[in-house]
DNA sequence: GTCTATAAGAAGATAGAC
DNA sequence: GTCTATCTTCTTATAGAC
């Protein structure tokens, strides 16, 4: 799992079929997503998949790698030093602007495709070994703000870990209700319970 | 989908299907849940199957209905009255006793079959409306314990929507966390967090 | 209602030409 | 590296006997 980005860029088959495999998967969802249908998103055809991947299965689990990478590179907000609004970004970010494809408005974005993946680690060590090192770093990401605030005196002396962990669920939750429920609202709604339950609670001075 | 019981109870073949399938999904994951697989799982064929659902497809519908219908069913706690006492009990079932399977330790649990069906949302619309009011139901639960506590004077005067959403987002996010990462222990964390960090505040006094 | 047998198509993966 | 063509297996679904 590569989280910089010290490559030449996108330009190679190898980038291209990831894109094409988030299409597909975009279009098709995980139950439909044959190697044709990731073939028929890019110029190439299929055996060149097979070219560059052995097997299905080993495909995926660079796609999943893949969609991390992308999660994370997204969350590279502009540098705020005051932890209190690098948290609101933080939290706005996964909540609100999670949409970036604006390629097909009629297909699910891509929280639905990377839920759709998720599901299926339960089955798949691969995926779980990955997505245990994304909750980690989003976790440490998380503390080292609010440790940040503490120490700056924005926010009140809390248990860091436990707070990024409340944060951190709520927001997941958040975006899987979003993705499985027609609740299109429900990004916001989190987001303002988060706010004005929670975090308010959390600043020292409730500023305005 | 019904959330009452007035059936005569899980001794036909519609009952057996669908706890066939259950065993099936949990072996093979939603990827691999053929009609042969879930057949698999019980005393009749594959044929039985096209003569009770029509598709594959018809067949799932009623499924992730069965799946919500236990679902639900799993948290008729007996009635407790104090709200808070009430609160904690649903937070506990929904986070650490949420595997009520004890037939094979070795495949994932009953959450990670629902999130597995969840998933497909995206692209299902059946699923999506089971899923709104799956959501709808709980967060009217979780709503009114809050309302009740308020009233009773156990629980400060908190905008009970909001909190409703927080604690729900908090509990899938966890829920989906335990599924789907290495770290067993999240259900106990975020339950945790979730009581030292917010249902403690939302107490009018912190008796412990 | 349930069985066996089979149709009809789609899937992952490979062979060999270019 | 990429193509076309093909192999083999698996999939959903149905037909017809019991």
Known sequence: MKYTDADQGPSDTAEEI???T?????????????MQAIADEFDKTKAVLHYHYDTKDELLVAFLDYLLDRFI????????DDPDARLSALVDRLLLEFDDDTSDETAPGFPAALLEVRA???HNDSYREQLTLNYELLKDMLTTIIDDGIEQGVFNP???EQTAT???AAIMGGRDYYSTTNRECVGEE?????????LSELRTS???
């Open 18 to 20: 990831m894109e094409a």
């Open 206 to 208: 409730d500023r305005t």
């Open 166 to 168: 409340l944060i951190l």
């Open 22 to 34: 988030l299409r597909a998967l975009r279009k098709h969802g995980y139950a439909n997503l044959t």
């Open 73 to 80: 590179r997204r969350l590279d907000f502009e540098t705020i």
């Open 120 to 122: 299926h680690a339960p």
């Open 158 to 160: 809390v248990d860091s």
């Open 190 to 198: 989190v987001r303002d319970a988060l706010q004005d339950q929670f």
